[in-house]
Nanobody, 115 residues
Framework: QVQIEESGGGLVQPGGSLRLSCAAS????????VGWYRQAPGQQREMVAQ???????FYADSVKGRFTISRDNAKSTVYLQMNGLRPEDTALYYC?????????WGQGTQVTVSS
């Protein structure tokens, strides 16, 4: 059974930083496209950052220059370094791993940015 587990969320003041981790129990993890998504109350889930199997990355305009996605295939883990956090970054952050018919989601980790 595939497991996707996010960690690293929490409460942080505006301007602060957090690093989210996404650990996956997937064989051949390196071939998966892995993305971070977020959903704030009353809003649709949106893509935040994505990293392809070849290391190419994509970011939502709202987080460009502040967030960095990276992967460690040896640990089957993807990270999201979030700097310069803003109150509007507050949301439940989900990790997704996808390849062909495989599409796996974690339960999410809460990020709250507030003074």
């Amino acid at each position: 059974q595939v497991q996707i587990e996010e960690s690293g969320g929490g409460l942080v003041q505006p301007g602060g930083s957090l690093r989210l981790s996404c650990a996956a129990s997937l064989s051949i993890f390196s071939i998966y496209i892995v993305g971070w998504y977020r959903q704030a109350p009353g809003q649709q889930r949106e893509m935040v950052a994505q990293i392809l199997h070849d290391g190419n990355t994509f970011y939502a305009d709202s987080v460009k220059g502040r967030f960095t996605i990276s992967r460690d295939n040896a640990k089957s883990t993807v990270y999201l370094q979030m700097n310069g956090l803003r109150p509007e970054d507050t949301a439940l952050y989900y990790c997704n791993a996808a390849r062909g018919p495989g599409d796996f989601w974690g339960q999410g980790t809460q990020v709250t940015v507030s003074s």
